[in-house]
């Protein structure tokens, strides 16, 4: 029984272990020429290293802290320093936050726990929620705020976890999604993150698979018929069992299916979004942000958003995190390094002297993803979810969109965990057959 894993990111690597430890053979393709996908390690030479794509692990995310620990690596946990809070020329600490930003936070939280008290999993039996569904979390936040400044630090927060603007994430999706959360104490947001950064883990997953993968293979076309699968790639053709395909909505649309997938899948595939979210990473002489008594974390109104010590190695790196329509701003202009330099630079003159070189990473723009990570857009939990995970006979999918920690690196290996364990119950039903 050979299963073929198209897409070598935390999903299809976890499910290549996967299947090579239920006894299966497997094929692997990945586009690129490295695995990983959204994950990435960019290392600049002299100890410069700092993550272009997912980073931060939350104290929940079993899988993952367990996959490290498989790999004898432990999460690196993040600063005490609390998050430094921007806002109109003045400034404070999340664990100081201001008295009204407190006040509208709690307020939201315990507006979310109440709705969330009663909701069914998975998120589309809700049916009674379509209001909910219709609804953006930017109308919920404006009802269930009430300064401008609390409004302003509910958004940021939370358009942070979502990687776009709020008014582009559906309400029922985002309670779905904040279910995660309920039993959640204390800092678990974003506790730790990859010691020695991704890609790291995700050379070792892949350094422990038995099949070779093959790199800078496209795939272009899928072919299913009684006995098998043909792959079709930009350079040839592959023929398997199974196959489990870990594209991101935007690339699984570029390929053909023969015969189509069914209309919910297209549909579902179609609706998918993906955040529009963008990386500037500055390397300084020296962390510089510490001598200010600060770890480096930010939330701000300026059009840089929020910032953190992105350092993996000994060299200082700050790097910014920008999403939806300041995202696509940031990427229209000419020289984002240096203009969003300035920026810190206004808040902070240290910047512009400190300052060695910089790297601007776009997700939006990436051909293998065109956008950092999906979202549940207004509409899509009672039309669309659903249809986004079930396998198409032979074809069988994964990647974070089909995972119900959507859009976190936990959702990817949750995916591969599913996948596997679907591919394992029908073939331990099904009398064995080779393609
Ligand atoms: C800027 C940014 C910040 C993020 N921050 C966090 C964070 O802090 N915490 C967190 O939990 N998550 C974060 N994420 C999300 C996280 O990185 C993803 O959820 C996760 O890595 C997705 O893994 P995946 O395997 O599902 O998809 P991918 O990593 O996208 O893997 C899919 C693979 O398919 C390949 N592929 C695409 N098209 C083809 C084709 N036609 N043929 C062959 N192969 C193809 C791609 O190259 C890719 O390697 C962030 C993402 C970004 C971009």
Same mark, same amino acid.
């Given at each position: 029984?050979?299963?073929?894993?198209?897409?070598?990111?935390?999903?299809? $690597?976890?499910?290549?272990?996967? $299947?090579?430890?239920?006894?299966?053979?497997?094929?692997?393709?990945?586009?690129?020429?490295?695995?990983?996908?959204?994950?990435?390690?960019?290392?600049?030479?002299?100890?410069? !290293?700092?993550?272009?794509?997912?980073?931060?692990?939350?104290?929940?995310?079993? *899988?993952? @802290?367990?996959?490290?620990?498989?790999?004898?690596?432990?999460?690196? /946990?993040?600063?005490? %320093?609390?998050?430094?809070?921007?806002?109109?020329?003045?400034?404070?600490?999340?664990?100081?936050?201001?008295?009204?930003?407190?006040?509208?936070?709690?307020?939201?939280?315990?507006?979310?726990?109440?709705?969330?008290?009663?909701?069914?999993?998975?998120?589309?039996?809700?049916?009674?929620?379509?209001?909910?569904?219709?609804?953006?979390?930017?109308?919920?936040? =404006?009802?269930?705020?009430?300064?401008?400044?609390?409004?302003?630090?509910?958004?940021?927060?939370?358009?942070?976890?979502? #990687?776009?603007?709020?008014? *582009?994430?559906?309400?029922?999706?985002?309670?779905?999604?904040?279910?995660?959360?309920?039993?959640?104490?204390?800092?678990?947001?974003?506790?730790?993150?990859?010691? #020695?950064?991704?890609?790291?883990? =995700?050379?070792?997953?892949?350094?422990?698979?038995?099949?070779?993968?093959?790199?800078?293979?496209?795939?272009?076309?899928?072919?299913?018929?009684?006995?098998?699968?043909?792959?079709?790639?930009?350079?040839?053709?592959?023929?398997?069992?199974?196959? @489990? !395909?870990?594209?991101? /909505?935007?690339?699984?649309?570029?390929?053909?299916?023969?015969?189509?997938?069914?209309?919910?899948?297209?549909?579902?595939?179609?609706?998918?979004?993906?955040?529009?979210?963008?990386?500037?990473?500055?390397?300084?002489?020296?962390?510089? %942000?510490?001598?200010?008594?600060?770890?480096?974390?930010?939330?701000?109104?300026?059009?840089?958003?929020?910032? %953190?010590?992105?350092?993996?190695?000994?060299?200082?790196?700050?790097?910014?995190? @920008? =999403?939806?329509?300041?995202?696509?701003?940031?990427?229209?202009?000419?020289? /984002?390094?240096?203009?969003?330099?300035?920026?810190?630079?206004? $808040?902070?003159?240290?910047?512009?002297?400190?300052?060695?070189?910089? %790297?601007?990473?776009?997700?939006?723009?990436?051909?293998?993803?065109?956008?950092?990570?999906?979202?549940?857009? /207004?509409?899509?939990? $009672?039309?669309?979810?659903?249809?986004?995970?079930?396998?198409?006979?032979?074809?069988?999918?994964?990647?974070?969109?089909?995972?119900?920690?959507?859009?976190?690196?936990?959702?990817?290996?949750?995916?591969?965990?599913?996948?596997?364990?679907?591919?394992?119950? @029908?073939?331990?039903?099904?009398?064995?057959?080779?393609?």
């Amino acid at each position: 029984m050979r299963v073929g894993v198209v897409g070598l990111g935390m999903s299809g $690597l976890r499910a290549a272990m996967l $299947l090579e430890r239920a006894g299966f053979e497997t094929k692997l393709f990945e586009a690129r020429g490295r695995p990983g996908g959204r994950l990435h390690t960019s290392d600049e030479g002299d100890g410069v !290293l700092y993550e272009t794509g997912g980073e931060w692990i939350d104290a929940d995310h079993e *899988r993952i @802290i367990d996959l490290l620990k498989e790999f004898d690596l432990e999460p690196d /946990p993040k600063g005490a %320093w609390p998050k430094r809070l921007q806002y109109r020329g003045k400034h404070t600490t999340e664990d100081l936050i201001w008295t009204d930003a407190l006040e509208d936070d709690l307020r939201v939280e315990r507006a979310v726990r109440d709705m969330c008290e009663g909701l069914k999993s998975p998120a589309w039996e809700n049916v009674q929620a379509l209001d909910w569904d219709r609804r953006t979390v930017t109308d919920f936040l =404006c009802e269930h705020t009430e300064s401008e400044r609390g409004l302003w630090y509910v958004n940021a927060k939370y358009r942070s976890d979502e #990687g776009d603007d709020l008014d *582009r994430v559906g309400l029922l999706g985002w309670l779905a999604g904040f279910q995660n959360y309920l039993d959640r104490e204390g800092d678990e947001l974003s506790a730790f993150r990859f010691p #020695g950064g991704a890609s790291r883990l =995700c050379n070792l997953m892949l350094g422990t698979l038995k099949t070779e993968a093959h790199f800078s293979r496209v795939l272009e076309r899928v072919r299913q018929d009684a006995t098998g699968v043909t792959l079709v790639f930009s350079d040839g053709e592959e023929r398997v069992d199974r196959v @489990i !395909l870990t594209l991101p /909505p935007r690339a699984l649309e570029k390929v053909v299916f023969e015969p189509a997938l069914s209309v919910g899948k297209r549909c579902a595939i179609e609706a998918c979004q993906l955040s529009r979210a963008i990386k500037i990473s500055w390397h300084f002489k020296e962390a510089w %942000w510490k001598n200010h008594a600060w770890g480096g974390s930010m939330l701000c109104d300026n059009s840089l958003q929020q910032t %953190w010590d992105g350092s993996l190695g000994d060299a200082a790196v700050m790097s910014a995190y @920008i =999403c939806g329509d300041e995202a696509t701003r940031w990427i229209q202009k000419g020289d /984002p390094v240096n203009e969003g330099l300035f920026e810190l630079s206004q $808040l902070f003159p240290e910047a512009s002297k400190q300052f060695v070189r910089g %790297w601007v990473h776009d997700w939006v723009r990436d051909p293998y993803a065109q956008g950092a990570f999906t979202h549940l857009a /207004p509409g899509y939990v $009672l039309e669309h979810m659903r249809y986004i995970t079930p396998q198409e006979s032979r074809v069988h999918f994964a990647g974070d969109h089909t995972a119900t920690w959507t859009g976190f690196i936990e959702g990817a290996v949750e995916s591969a965990e599913r996948v596997v364990a679907e591919i394992v119950a @029908i073939e331990s039903a099904e009398p064995k057959s080779s393609a």
